[in-house]
Each structure stands twice: as C-alpha cells, then as structure tokens.
Nanobody, 126 residues
Framework: VQLQASGGGLVQAGGSLRLSCAAS????????MGWFRHSPGKEREFVAA????????PYADSVKGRFTISGDKAKNTVYLQMNSLKTEDTAIYYC????????????????????WGQGTQVTVSS
C-alpha cells in the first residue's frame, strides 16, 4: 500500500486547509488511518485518527474543535479539514495507516501504524 498526502500550503492565521491522503494498492478496508505532524524542534505528534469500522475519532487536544478527520471508503481517501488555523499548526503533516483493528487507546501511537505517506507542508502565517 502507498499513501499520498496532498493539500498543504501557505495560509494566514484563521484560515482553512483540507488535506487529503489517498491510499493505493491493497487498501485498509478494515483498519485505521491517522494524521500526525512534525514541527521544527519538536517530536512528531498525533493529530487525529479514524477507523474504517466506525467508532470514536480521537483528536489531539491542540486541534480539537478546529480539525475534522473524515474518510471516503469508496475512494480510499482520508481527509483532514483544518479550520481556524494557528501559527503553531505549522508543520509537515503525515498520513499513516494500518490494516489492523486498533483499540481506541492505541490510535495515538505512531508505532502502531505500518505505512506512512511522504508528508505535506502546512505553513500558517501571522
């Protein structure tokens, strides 16, 4: 499986962007897709995740209420709608996936994900 992330760019604070992550090859029909981000000087951190089987979609506290993760199973694509962007959201955003059915408590753990996309840069200016 390959993951292709897109949709990043430069936006002013308060603006919006929608990231997409398209899966090709064998797809994660019953697994999990997630978004992580890496800012300079920081460790890569969890942003949001979605299970194709349904259930709760966890978010990092820093993005809760502003970001929304969704998926289109027919297109094998996961989206991250980012609203009310802040300068601290500036980062490279990575999508990741696994075919395994993860329990809720492990969705935030990057080690649980088998496949990673190449990342897309999001820059929020003040």
């Amino acid at each position: 499986v390959q993951l292709q992330a897109s949709g990043g760019g430069l936006v002013q604070a308060g603006g919006s962007l929608r990231l997409s992550c398209a899966a090709s090859g064998r797809t994660f029909s019953s697994g999990v897709m997630g978004w992580f981000r890496h800012s300079p000087g920081k460790e890569r951190e969890f942003v949001a995740a979605i299970r194709w089987s349904g259930g709760n979609t966890p978010y990092a506290d820093s993005v809760k209420g502003r970001f929304t993760i969704s998926g289109d199973k027919a297109k094998n694509t996961v989206y991250l709608q980012m609203n009310s962007l802040k300068t601290e959201d500036t980062a490279i955003y990575y999508c990741a996936g696994t075919p395994r059915r993860l329990i809720l408590s492990t969705l935030r753990e990057e080690d649980e994900y088998d496949t990673w996309g190449q990342g897309t840069q999001v820059t929020v200016s003040s």
